[in-house]
Antibody, heavy 121, light 107 residues
């Protein structure tokens, strides 16, 4: 069975850094497209960053471009999101999600349980 | 960026009712439209992908239709477990964007 387990969420000060992890099982992460999606408290869903399965191209929302970096460790079957220069508006539950197709131009068919990032002084 | 607009933002209905939620894209997205259900404190769950394909394990009372810019999610006969928030999402191009959500509440 496919499972995604996020970790790394924490309370961090503005301008600080944090790295989120998403451990995948039941499939080979290097072959599939993956994304990070976040949800601010009481708000809707916002796509943050993604990795295509074929070729490994990366994509970012304008709101995080230049501050966040998505990466993966194929040997650990783990997806990461390095978040730098954090702002209060980055406070959210962060989900990792698997795309249904390798190209990434598809729905998110599996989601992790989420990890909470709080940016506050 | 492609803007996704859902209506209504909230909806009160009774068990057994037929409910329709609409989603409109700011430009044509062919059939690259997906629907999710989210309950409080839980991750979203995929219901419908590519406008009308029912995800494995999702009850057949859920259905989706549409193409281009206008899409609908229909629940044919509401069950108690269906009271939740529903989101549409386009997968036509990055940045992938979601509708603002429709909160379905018990009347």
């Amino acid at each position: 069975d496919v499972q995604l387990v996020e970790s790394g969420g924490d309370l961090v000060r503005p301008r600080g850094s944090l790295r989120l992890s998403c451990a995948a099982s039941g499939f080979t992460l290097s072959s599939d497209a993956m994304s990070w999606v976040r949800q601010a408290p009481g708000k809707g869903l916002e796509w943050v960053s993604g990795f295509s399965g074929s070729g490994g191209a990366t994509f970012y929302a304008d709101s995080v471009k230049g501050r966040f970096t998505i990466s993966r460790d194929n040997s650990k079957n783990t997806l990461y999101l390095q978040m730098n220069s954090l702002r209060a508006e980055d406070t959210a539950v962060y989900y990792c999600a698997k795309h249904r197709t390798r190209s990434g131009l598809s729905c998110f068919d599996y989601w992790g349980q989420g990890t909470l990032v709080t940016v506050s002084s | 960026d492609i803007q996704m607009t859902q209506s209504p933002s909230s909806l009160s209905a009774s068990v057994g009712d037929r409910v329709t939620i609409t989603c409109r894209a700011s430009q044509s997205i062919s059939r690259f439209l997906n629907w999710y259900q989210q309950k409080p404190g839980k991750a979203p769950k995929l219901l419908i992908y590519d406008a009308s394909n029912l995800q494995t394990g999702v009850p057949s009372r859920f259905s989706g239709s549409g193409s281009g810019t206008d899409f609908t999610l229909t629940i044919s006969s509401l069950q108690p477990l269906d009271f939740a928030t529903y989101y549409c999402q386009q997968s036509y191009s990055t940045p992938y964007t979601f509708g603002q959500g429709t909160k379905l509440e018990i009347k």
